[in-house]
């Protein structure tokens, strides 16, 4: 039979186990959250999730936004050009909203978020004959997995892979 002091050393190492648990799984639901701001303009949804979806801003760094926004004449092989005032609101409230965490702020390769190394490692398990699935077809395309995606919600709890 085990002793008081040897059940003391197990019911503290269940504790620590528990708390490291509950800390692992606050960290990761964190890292999953980029939520939509409240304060979006309607322009955004207007002008910005015709052809996409519309991206939460906290997924790109403030000179991202920049160039995404200044290029809109070549985007991505369409025209998606605004009226100056539009372009300037929208800009604003992109950079006001661009992530202000270390992790997520590098400036991203061709303009994507698809492109930088947070969004690859993050998706390394992901087969690339997956992407190419018919209702996926690209990487932008995140709802088709994210399924709260619209609401910035990429948590892993919130993750539906089609099958075709
Ligand atoms: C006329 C259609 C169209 C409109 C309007 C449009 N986009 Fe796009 N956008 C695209 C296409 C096409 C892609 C490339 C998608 C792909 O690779 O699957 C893209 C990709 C993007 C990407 C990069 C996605 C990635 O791969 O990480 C961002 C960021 C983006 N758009 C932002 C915007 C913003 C901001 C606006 C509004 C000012 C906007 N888009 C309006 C067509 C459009
Ligand atoms: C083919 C389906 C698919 C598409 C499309 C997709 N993802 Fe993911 N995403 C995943 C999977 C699978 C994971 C890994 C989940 C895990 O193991 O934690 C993931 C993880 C993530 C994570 C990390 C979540 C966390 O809790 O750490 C973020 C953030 C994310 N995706 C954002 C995006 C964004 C933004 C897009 C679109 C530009 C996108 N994803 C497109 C399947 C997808």
Redesign the pocket.
């Known amino acids: 039979m085990a002793n008081d002091c040897e059940m003391n050393s197990m019911k503290m190492k269940k504790t620590v186990l528990i708390a490291t648990a509950l800390l692992l799984a606050s960290s ?7 939520a939509m701001p409240a304060d979006a303009p309607v322009s955004y949804e207007a002008e910005c999730a015709s052809c996409h ?1 519309a ?2 801003p906290a ?1 790109l760094s403030q000179q991202s936004w920049k160039n995404v926004m200044s290029g809109l004449s070549k985007h991505f092989g369409t025209d998606a050009s605004l009226d100056p005032k539009t372009q300037t609101e929208i800009t604003n409230w992109l950079v006001k909203n661009a992530t202000t965490r270390q992790k997520y702020s590098e400036t991203a390769p061709e303009n994507r ?2 492109k930088t190394s ?2 690859i490692r ?2 390394d ?2 087969r690339p004959d ?2 190419k ?1 018919a209702s ?1 077809k ?9 399924t709260d ?1 619209a609401k910035g919600n ?3 709890n919130n ?1 539906k ?2 099958a075709k």
């Not at 690209?138 to 994210?146: E, F, K, M």
């Open positions: 990761t639901a964190f890292a999953g959250k980029m979806m991206y939460p997924l978020i698809t947070w969004f993050k998706h398990e992901v997956v992407w699935r996926i690209s990487p932008a395309n995140c709802s088709a997995c994210h995606a990429f948590s892993e993750i892979i089609p």
